[in-house]
């Protein structure tokens, strides 16, 4: 298990009403691979500790580690993440941390990509780290989001499929989508996924990040579709207790 290390917030920078990223150095950083998560943990006055894992955001090869946090109702940490810290403050952290969800751009395969709501943090790792590097891989992301206002990371992800990166963006709005926008709200079904998606016969590696139940439906879609079981990989969460 990784030690513990004190990293400085140097920036913050919100993606959503209820959600921000971290920016943080992290003296002695060993570097991470794009999909790992880390630890935080709070300390408080009296001694009582609090600790959960965030994805990591930012690209493998970055000089600065990123966290984005959402905050969840009654969340001791993401309030405290979302709403309190600032520029300067110290805060704990352990990792990288995970090995399975994790992409590299040696990998020779396509990459799908599909996120359900902050299940976007990590594979926002994986689009970072695949627009700094050489590859020629196309990489594809379905992104499931609630409304327009929900959407982490919006002006990045536009600005990355206007460049030539070799990404594509679809989107999926589940209770409201743009005023302009050819389909009303929707969840993803096999259509959509069909549509939004790397052929199967291509036979990319799927990552798919999202809550519990948006994840297990995406993957039985896309086994229902051809996709190679194997190829498939996946990060679940959901409420603390």
């Known amino acids: 298990m990784s030690s513990w290390r004190v990293a400085t917030v140097v920036g913050i920078r919100e993606e959503t009403a209820t959600a921000r990223t971290l920016i943080l150095q992290v003296p002695q950083w060993p570097g991470h691979r794009a999909g790992q998560h880390v630890d935080i943990r709070l300390t408080a006055p009296d001694g009582y500790t609090a600790t959960r894992s965030y994805s990591i955001a930012s690209a493998a090869m970055a000089d600065e580690l990123e966290v984005t946090v ?6 001791e940490v993401s309030s405290f993440l979302t709403e309190s810290v600032a520029a300067g403050v110290p805060i704990e952290i352990r990792g990288p941390l995970g090995g399975w969800f994790v992409w590299s751009p040696e990998q020779a395969e396509p990459v799908q990509l599909v996120a359900g709501g902050s299940g976007i943090v990590p594979l926002m790792a994986m689009v970072r ?77 799927c990552y798919v990040c999202g809550p519990t139940g948006f994840v ?26």
Do not use: K
């Not at 609630?146 to 536009?158: A, K, N, Q």
């Open 70 to 75: 959402e905050q969840v109702a009654d969340g």
């Open 129 to 205: 780290t695949h627009a700094s590097s050489t590859t020629g891989r196309p990489m594809r992301l379905l992104y499931s989001v609630r409304e327009p206002d929900s959407v982490f990371y919006r002006d990045e992800l536009r600005e990355r499929t206007t460049s030539q990166t070799g990404l594509s963006v679809n989107y999926v709005f589940t209770r409201e989508a743009p005023a302009d926008w050819p389909t009303p709200p929707h969840r993803i079904d096999a259509t959509q996924l069909t549509a939004g998606t790397i052929p199967a016969s291509e036979r990319p590696t």
């Open 216 to 241: 297990e439906t995406v993957a039985n879609l896309l086994v229902a579709g051809g996709h190679d079981q194997s190829r498939i990989r996946t990060e679940r969460f959901g409420p603390t207790g």
